[in-house]
């Protein structure tokens, strides 16, 4: 089987060297990282939901759905 890049992708290091984010979204990154982290280890109580971006393409869809799952 013969496969051919016509264009490759760039890595996710070179993503981040291209377009490296900003000091305060970072740090925001790093709190929002520990808090889902203690919601998976149970240092968390909260309860956390992962909707796939084909949900979250809205903030109308995201909250409709969010609400539906209340009861």
């Not at 982290?37 to 309860?47: E, I, P, Q, Y």
Request: net charge negative; charged share 30%.
């Amino acid at each position: 089987m013969g496969l051919e890049f016509k264009n490759m992708l760039p890595s996710p290091e070179e993503i981040r060297e291209q377009f490296p984010l900003p000091a305060g979204l970072a740090e925001l990154k790093e709190k929002r990282d520990a808090e889902i982290r203690d919601v998976l280890t149970g240092k968390s109580s909260k309860f956390l939901v992962i909707i796939g971006p084909c949900s979250a393409d809205n903030e109308e869809a995201v909250m409709d759905y969010a609400s539906r799952l209340v009861p």
